[in-house]
Structures are given as structure tokens and as C-alpha cells.
């Protein structure tokens, strides 16, 4: 049964990861959402853990989808929201407006950037970088920024907060050239030529961004400063950055080696062929901006490759222009109307109903048997095409929560490929069991929890290929996903052959962050420590993972499906977490037996075998328990009428019907009165209105709406042993 | 009720009242869910003898608690006016075999007595207390307690 994939079987994984998507910026857009609710209502002064962690969170999970699926601007942007965050929450920092303020801004553009990627606009959305350095300007402690900068960062506000169709056009053209940049960077009309200078400790200060040096040939007036600038990011980032300290108006760049490349002939272009003339009279950077707001200068002989830098507020609207036009082309691409997100309790309520109908129709169905064809022709009819109508119909609003573990499964290896390439380790990744059916909402909410402990795995479980040949194992690592039906559960498990954990640094690290350990605590209560909000033992924090948000994640998803999380982990040779999730609406083969007058089902999946038994073939041992001889093998008989304490009204009736189980790997044999079929049942929980029945898993309803209990082989064969 | 005034009408309970042999009991209409025939469950093997079983509500597994053997009546006979009261506590539903259903009461303060000391089958706790209507005894029981009492065997003793 055991499926293997390896993750370098190519495009196909890359292909089905795009099914996914759709999922993502749904649950993107839900958790921005409710970051964006929680911000607003978050009380500065009395900020409890509670709310901080909750929006931590959020930009967590949105950060982790936008990584698996490989959006690295969102993950980028909510990677920083997520460092500011986290300050917040360890109480290394004190929240104020200005972060809530560039927090939501953040979720706005990461909105924005979401929207871009859904309809395909790959390189579109707005520019973060902005964002970026004004959020590791507050993460580094830098409160209240100074004056300049807050003067500067309102002015550049609007760009920011104005949508994604408010992207400078001529950086659509950016985008798609691409690479390494080589631009004259003019500061004009400064009133204190100095600011400028400090522009040149931006570069040193934010790696990757590029390579600054004054620009040396020409002269230079008093109130500018020129410089040349190396790099790949774009204009409007490096204007966005620039405002720290220089406001917009007053910065010119212009491209000095490939004009081309950048030549836009729609939108400003075409405007500044006109000023441009004008511009061309007066010596670059002599205030030509004044009184001529929206009217794009450029310089030299080159308007197409000159950008306009200008960006007073009215001036905004003119330039977003062009672009808004664009939008609802991308509209028209966008695959909104393929799904619709429905509450499940619509959709159970949606099931009750289908049961009752399919109830009340069987019991039509029995009503009319008596009937005489002949005289009731009509009403036979119309009731066989009511019996086939429901059973579609039931079939179908089924079928609307089940989906198979594949599913969330084929997620997965792209994932961990891009992490392994990532982090320099080698994985390979099986999955077992994704036939079984999960119901839908357990499936939404398993993922997330699944996508952390499988990154968990990668990031924290597997050596690097040097350790590993050094810990004397193979070079590649394994992680292994499996799903089974197990004992009225479903078992997700996530196992690694990597390092496992390290007991002592989890009771040190547990102790630096105050909390109660003590050594004498067993390996199980240890493991549980890491679920402590925060708790992580990496070293490094990794976009991938190590701020210890992961597993407080998952504890609180698989509890609040009332799952549970267990680990097991052995040093050195990897760890096994497993995820046990309640049947709440698993649909399982069941086999019906009868014992006296009741009815009860047997997970088909359980069932072996079954026969008529022989009278002789069953011994007894000792205190009377019994044998059966099958094929060679002895094995434990359980009888269900003394289990079950069934009352028997029919003394001559006798159980001789043995049916073989198996279940956590041991085989035992049932004797029941009679075999009554197999069908589709849907588990309910009895203990949601009872409680747990000993031997039993759950109930169903049969078809003339009667209850029957579904045995739990697991605790009949553990039954046998003692 | 004439003479019940705002301040009063404030305070009066409803209480649906049922029969159980010749006793008449009332509990809070507000966990009252509705109110069916009774309709043979499914019995569940070694739970006690009152609990007799769980039946299918509308798809939801209910256990079925029969009262006239908690409290002990001398014959528990299912003719047509045996009904089932399913009642929504705490999230839990819960349904209670009775005799017969009697109607909804609206008492005032002044009706209700406090219940004396006395020997019962019934955990005195679970007793709110006495109704007094001219000659009738209602005996207002707090049906929450009652059922989430240990012994009641609903809930998983942890």
C-alpha cells in the first residue's frame, strides 16, 4: 500500500502544488484579516500575551504558506512582520502606534502582493521594501525613528498604502529586465546637502542592497549631490528607502547603461518627451521640479530611460493612472468563482438532513412492499425514483467532506525539495496510506499543523550529509508521512531518521525561559515542553523555522479538534511525532454481524476472515478461555453475546459464525450469530452526548434509522492479551 | 397571575411538568429541547440498568435515561403516553424517559417552598425545591445537577 515518493520525480510535484494555491490565498487572506482585526482592537498599553501571540501567528502561518509555495516577496515582508512580532511578544519591545501602523500596512501590501500572485502577475505588486527597512528599523530598537524619517515616511504613506494597481509603471519594465542595475542616483534641491550623504550608509547598512560611490565626472551643484549606484532592487524600493532621509521630490535616478532595457513607451514615458525638452535647457538638478508638480521631468536627452522621482500627493493620481488600467484586465484572469467556502456546520446540518431523508425514505420503501403492484403502479414507480434520488443525493453531500489524505499530502514534496535545496541537506520524502479519507475541516486543519512538524523535520530532524556519514548513516535523510485508521482514530505520523531531540537541551533551554522542569521528569513529559508558546531550541532562527512558534501551533490546532499529539524521539537516530485525530465524521467500510437481536459493525478494514465454525474445532485453556484452531494457528476466541452482555430470547440459537480480526498486528476470532453485509457507515461519536463504552469506538445509524455501536477491534484484541 | 406585578414577573420560572407513577415534577423549560414518544434505543452492554441506551436524533447518538428506574417507581411500562424529554444541557442532550408530560407552569416566588430534609433516592442537591398549586406537590428538580451527577454515568469519570 505503501506509496513512495521521491521528490525528485519532477514537474509532476511542481504541477499538482498549483491545485493548492487556491487554498493558500483563502486562508492568507483569512489569517491577514484577522491579524488585521486583532491589531485593531489590540490595546497598546495593556497588550496581553495572548493578543500578541494570536497576531503572531497569523503572520506566521501566512509567512510558512507563502515559503511552501514559493511567494517569496510575502514571505519576505511577513518573515519581518514576524521578527517585529516576535520582539512584541517577548517583551523586548513595547508595541506603539507607529508599529501597528507598519504592521498594517504590511498586511495591506502583503494583500496586495497575495492578489498579484493569484491572478498570475507575477512581479507586480507593490514595493516592500520600504516596509521592510521600516520594520527592521523598529525591530532594532529604534523608537521614535528620527524626526526626518517620520516626516519622510508619512510623505511616502500614500504611495504605500495605495493598492497594487498603484505600481509605477516603470517598474513593471524593471521587473522584467531584471539582474544587476546601473543607475546615477541625483539628490536635488536639498536644503542641507548633508542628508543626502547618509544615504550612502543605507547601502552599508541593508546587505544585498548594492554598491553606492559619488558620482565623480561633472560638476555638481551646491544643493545636489550625484551619486552612482550599483544594484538589483527596484526604483521605487530604492525611493521608498531613500525617504528616510531625503523625501521623494528631491531624488532623480536615472539608468547609465541600458536604456533599452527599461523603455516603456506607454504610461510617463510618453509624457515626459514634453517637459524633457524643457529640462534639457536648464543644467540637471536646478530646481525645474518647482510649480510644476505632476509634470515629469527627466534629464539630459534621454526621457525613456529617465524616471520620474517626483511624487507629491497629486501628483499620485496621475501616475497610478496608467496602471489601474491594467487591473481589470487582470480581473478577468482571476479563478474566483471555482470554489466557495461554506461553514461546515452548514454542511453537517446539510448531512443530518440527507440522513433523515434516506431514512424516512427506506422506511417508505418497507411501507410499500405490501402494496399491489398492479393497483399502485404510479406510486411504486415514483418511490423507486425517489429511493435512487436520495441515495445520489446522499452520495453526493458525502462526498462533499471527504477527501483523501493525498491531498494534503502532495503538498509536500516540493516543499520539502525547495527546503532541503535550501538548507543543503538531502531528504527523501515517502508517504504511506493516502487512500484514507479524512473529512474536509479536519483536512483544513490538519494541514497547517502537518506543514510545521514536516518542516520541523527538515529544518531541526536531518543532519547535514557531512554529519550524517559522520553519525555513520546514510546521506540521505528520510522523512516519512502516514495516514491509517487506527483504533475509532485517524494516525497521522511525521518520523525522521535525523538527530532526534536532545533531552538536556530542551530541560536548559526550558529553564532559561523560567519554566518549572526538573530532571527527574520522564522523556514523554519532556517532549511536551516544546509546545510551550516560544519554545525552541534552535540556535539559528531561520526563516524556516526555530522561533519556536511551530509547535505552540500545532499543540493548539490538533487540540482544538480534540486530537493529540504524541512524541517519541530518540537521539541520534530521529524522532516520531504523531498526530491522533478523532472519527468525528470518517466514513468507514463496515460489516454488520447480528449477535441475539442486535446489531453491531465491524470496521471492514479489520476483518480477515470468516466461517462457519466447527464444533470441534475450538479448545479451551486453563480457566476456560478458548482457542480456535485456523489454518495452524491457535487463535484467542471473544465471544460478543458475553462481551456485550447480549440477552438472549432464542436459547437455541447459538453464535457459530466465526469471523477473523486483526489489529495491532495480532489476530483474534469473534463468534457472532450471523453476518448481515457490509455497507458505508458514518462514524458519530457516542461520547459527545455519553461517554466512552468500553470496547467500542463509535456509533452509526443504520438504515431504518436505528443506532448500532461500531466495535473498536484494538481494545478486543488488547482484551484477548490480558 | 392577576396579581403578579413587573417586579415579580421578573422573577416567575416556567417549568415543564411531568408524571413519574404518582409523583409530579418540574423542571427549568429553558433546558428543555422538545419532547417525543418514546421509541425503543439501542442498548449499550454494561452501563446501568437506568440508562437504556441511545437512540438516533436527527443523526446525533443520544443516550436515553430512564427516569422511573433512577428514581426507583415500582413499574416502568411503555404504553403511548410514555414520552422521551430531551433536554440540552451544558452542549450535552440528554433524553429522559417519563411517564407523562403535564404542561408548562409559570411560578412565582411566593409558590415555592424549600424542600425539608428527607431521605430520598434523589440527591437533595439536585432538589431546587417545592412547588406548591393548591393541592398538587411539584417537586422542582434541578435537572443539570442531577444529570451530571457522578452516578448518572453520562459523563467519563476521570
Do not use: C, W
Given at each position: 500500500m505503501a506509496e513512495v515518493h521521491?521528490?525528485?520525480?519532477?514537474s509532476g510535484a511542481d504541477f499538482d502544488l498549483s491545485q493548492f494555491y487556491q487554498i493558500f490565498f483563502e486562508e492568507a487572506g483569512e489569517n491577514l484579516d484577522l491579524m488585521e482585526q486583532m491589531l485593531l482592537s489590540?490595546?497598546?498599553?495593556?497588550?496581553d500575551d495572548e493578543e500578541l501571540n494570536g497576531i503572531f501567528r497569523c503572520a506566521h502561518s501566512v509567512k510558512g504558506g507563502a515559503a511552501t509555495f514559493g511567494f517569496s516577496d510575502v514571505a519576505e515582508l511577513t518573515h519581518q512582520m514576524e521578527s517585529l512580532l516576535d520582539k512584541l511578544r517577548r517583551h523586548e519591545l513595547k508595541p506603539n502606534a507607529s508599529m501597528v501602523d507598519v504592521l498594517l500596512e504590511s498586511a495591506d501590501s502583503s494583500r496586495a502582493l497575495l492578489a498579484c500572485h493569484q491572478s498570475g502577475q507575477?512581479?507586480?505588486?507593490?514595493?516592500t521594501a520600504n516596509l521592510v527597512s521600516r520594520i527592521r528599523a523598529l525591530v532594532a530598537g529604534?523608537?521614535?525613528?528620527?524626526p526626518a524619517a517620520i516626516k519622510v515616511a508619512e510623505l511616502a504613506k500614500p504611495v504605500v498604502d495605495s493598492?497594487?494597481?498603484?505600481?509605477?509603471p516603470a517598474e513593471l519594465a524593471e521587473s522584467a529586465s531584471g539582474g544587476m542595475r546601473h543607475l546615477e542616483v541625483r539628490f536635488i534641491n536639498?536644503?542641507?546637502?548633508?542628508?543626502?550623504?547618509a544615504v550612502v550608509e543605507l547601502f552599508r547598512d541593508i546587505a544585498g542592497l548594492g554598491e553606492i560611490k559619488p558620482h565623480t565626472s561633472g560638476e555638481v551643484a551646491a544643493d545636489s549631490r550625484v551619486f552612482e549606484v550599483e544594484t538589483t532592487s527596484s526604483n521605487e524600493d530604492l525611493l521608498d528607502l531613500f525617504a528616510f532621509h531625503v523625501?521623494?521630490?528631491h531624488v532623480v535616478i536615472r539608468d547609465m547603461v541600458s536604456p533599452e532595457l527599461l523603455g516603456?513607451?506607454?504610461?510617463?514615458a510618453g509624457e515626459q518627451s514634453l517637459p524633457a525638452q524643457d529640462a534639457a535647457t536648464a543644467?540637471?538638478?536646478?530646481?525645474?521640479f518647482d510649480g510644476a508638480p505632476g509634470a515629469p521631468p527627466a534629464h539630459d536627452q534621454t526621457p525613456e530611460s529617465a524616471l520620474l522621482a517626483t511624487q507629491p500627493m497629486d501628483s499620485g493620481v496621475a501616475k497610478s493612472s496608467p496602471s489601474a488600467a491594467k487591473v481589470p484586465v487582470a480581473g478577468n484572469m482571476?479563478?474566483?468563482?471555482a470554489t466557495i467556502r461554506v461553514a461546515i456546520s452548514k454542511v453537517d446540518q446539510l448531512i443530518n438532513l440527507v440522513g433523515e431523508l434516506v431514512i424516512t425514505q427506506a422506511m417508505l420503501a418497507q411501507n410499500s412492499r405490501a402494496l399491489d403492484p398492479a393497483v399502485y403502479q404510479q406510486l411504486l414507480t415514483g418511490l423507486t425514483d425517489l429511493d435512487r434520488n436520495t441515495r445520489d443525493l446522499q452520495e453526493s453531500v458525502m462526498s462533499i467532506r471527504m477527501i483523501p489524505m493525498s491531498i494534503v499530502f502532495s503538498r509536500f514534496p516540493r516543499m520539502l525539495r525547495d527546503l532541503a535545496g535550501k538548507l543543503g541537506k538531502k531528504v527523501d520524502f515517502v508517504t504511506q496510506g493516502e487512500a484514507t479519507e479524512l473529512d474536509k475541516g479536519l483536512v483544513e486543519k490538519i494541514t497547517d499543523p502537518l506543514t510545521h512538524l514536516v518542516r520541523n523535520s527538515c529544518d531541526h530532524g536531518i543532519e547535514s550529509p557531512q554529519d550524517r556519514i559522520h553519525a555513520g548513516k546514510p546521506e540521505t535523510g528520510t522523512i516519512t508521512l502516514s495516514a491509517a485508521h487506527q483504533g475509532g482514530s485517524i494516525v497521522i505520523e511525521v518520523r525522521d531518521d535525523g538527530k532526534g531531540m536532545s533531552r538536556q537541551k530542551i530541560l536548559t533551554k526550558a529553564r532559561e525561559r523560567g519554566?518549572?522542569?526538573?530532571?527527574?521528569?520522564s522523556d514523554a513529559e519532556v517532549w511536551q515542553l516544546?509546545?510551550?508558546?516560544?519554545?525552541?531550541?534552535?540556535?539559528v532562527v531561520t526563516d524556516v523555522s526555530g522561533r519556536g512558534v511551530g509547535m505552540d501551533v500545532v499543540k493548539r490546532n490538533i487540540a482544538s479538534l480534540n486530537g493529540t499529539v504524541e512524541i517519541e524521539s530518540s537521539e541520534g537516530y530521529g524522532m516520531k511525532v504523531s498526530v491522533r485525530l478523532p472519527l468525528t465524521l470518517a466514513i468507514m467500510d463496515g460489516m454488520s454481524v447480528g449477535v441475539g437481536n442486535e446489531v453491531y459493525i465491524l470496521p471492514l478494514s479489520s476483518v480477515v476472515e470468516s466461517f462457519q465454525v466447527r464444533s470441534d474445532a475450538v479448545s479451551t485453556v486453563g480457566q476456560g478461555a478458548q482457542l480456535v484452531k485456523v489454518r495452524d494457528e491457535y487463535m484467542p476466541v471473544i465471544e460478543l453475546e458475553k462481551v456485550f452482555q447480549v440477552p438472549r430470547?432464542?436459547?437455541?440459537?447459538?453464535?457459530?459464525i466465526m469471523v477473523v480480526i486483526e489489529a495491532d498486528g495480532s489476530r483474534v476470532v469473534l463468534l457472532v450469530d450471523e453476518l448481515l453485509g457490509q455497507q458505508q457507515v458514518v462514524v458519530k461519536n457516542l461520547e459527545s452526548n455519553y461517554r466512552k463504552v468500553p470496547n467500542v469506538s463509535g456509533a452509526t445509524i443504520l438504515g431504518d434509522g436505528k443506532v448500532a455501536l461500531i466495535l473498536d477491534t484494538g481494545a478486543l484484541v488488547r482484551r484477548s492479551r490480558h | 397571575m392577576d396579581k403578579t406585578n413587573e417586579e415579580s414577573n421578573a422573577k416567575l420560572c416556567e417549568y415543564l411538568t411531568f408524571r413519574l407513577d404518582r409523583e409530579e415534577y418540574g423542571i427549568d423549560?429553558?433546558?428543555?429541547?422538545e419532547i417525543r414518544g418514546y421509541e425503543p434505543p439501542t442498548r449499550i452492554a454494561n452501563?446501568?440498568?437506568?440508562?437504556?441506551g441511545v437512540v438516533n436524533l436527527r443523526g446525533t447518538i443520544v443516550p436515553i435515561v430512564e427516569m422511573r428506574l433512577k428514581f426507583n417507581c415500582a413499574n416502568a411500562q411503555y404504553d403511548d403516553f410514555t414520552v422521551v424529554i430531551i433536554l440540552n444541557l451544558h452542549k450535552r442532550i440528554v433524553g429522559i424517559v417519563v411517564d407523562s408530560v403535564s404542561d408548562v407552569m409559570g411560578l412565582v416566588p411566593e409558590q415555592m417552598r424549600a424542600a425539608p430534609e428527607i431521605e430520598s433516592i434523589?440527591?437533595?442537591?439536585?432538589i431546587i425545591g417545592l412547588g406548591s398549586l393548591s393541592d398538587r406537590m411539584l417537586i422542582l428538580l434541578d435537572i443539570e445537577k442531577l444529570m451530571s451527577?457522578?452516578?448518572?454515568?453520562l459523563v467519563a469519570d476521570v
Open positions: 521521491h521528490e525528485s520525480s519532477g489590540l490595546n497598546l498599553e495593556t497588550a507575477v512581479g507586480q505588486g507593490p514595493a529604534e523608537i521614535p525613528p528620527p493598492p497594487a494597481s498603484a505600481t509605477a536639498l536644503d542641507q546637502p548633508a542628508q543626502a550623504d523625501s521623494r521630490e516603456d513607451p506607454q504610461g510617463p543644467s540637471p538638478g536646478f530646481g525645474f482571476q479563478p474566483e468563482a519554566l518549572d522542569v526538573s530532571d527527574q521528569m516544546i509546545f510551550a508558546p516560544g519554545f525552541s531550541t534552535a540556535e430470547y432464542d436459547s437455541d440459537k447459538t453464535s457459530d | 423549560i429553558l433546558k428543555v429541547q452501563a446501568p440498568p437506568f440508562i437504556k434523589i440527591n437533595s442537591d439536585a451527577d457522578a452516578d448518572m454515568g
